[in-house]
């Protein structure tokens, strides 16, 4: 959880927008994470296809909350150097890698 999920737990007394649009992104973050270890432990192939598809919809739905959020300055972020997009794209090349 960030630090502006963390604030907004706390100040969230009465459900305004921002309290609700914040739960929606816990949750569907959540969502995702439960449908990647069922997706990864299932051993029924069809279950496992609807399984991925639904995290697949459950994960565009997040990123289309989490732009909600920021266009309205409610999730703050700042944008990642491109150095540290290599070196991130280069740290799960290594991870994939050292798994084959």
């Given amino acids: 959880m960030n630090q502006n999920s963390m604030?907004?737990?706390r100040a969230c007394a009465q459900w305004d927008d921002r309290c609700m649009i914040d739960d929606l992104l816990?949750?569907?973050?959540?969502?995702a994470g439960e449908y990647s270890a069922y997706v990864v432990e299932g051993s029924n192939?069809?279950?496992?296809?609807?399984?991925?598809t639904n995290m697949d919809e459950t994960i565009c739905d997040q990123f289309q909350i989490w732009q909600q959020m920021q266009q309205r300055g409610w999730y703050q972020t700042k944008p990642a150097q491109p150095q540290d997009i290599q070196m991130a794209k280069?740290?799960?090349a290594?991870?994939?890698?050292?798994?084959?």
């Fill in 26 to 31: 816990e949750t569907s973050k959540h969502i």
């Fill in 45 to 52: 192939e069809g279950l496992r296809q609807v399984l991925s």
């Fill in 94 to 100: 290594q991870t994939k890698a050292s798994l084959l």
């Fill in 90 to 92: 280069q740290k799960f």
């Fill in 7 to 9: 604030n907004n737990k």
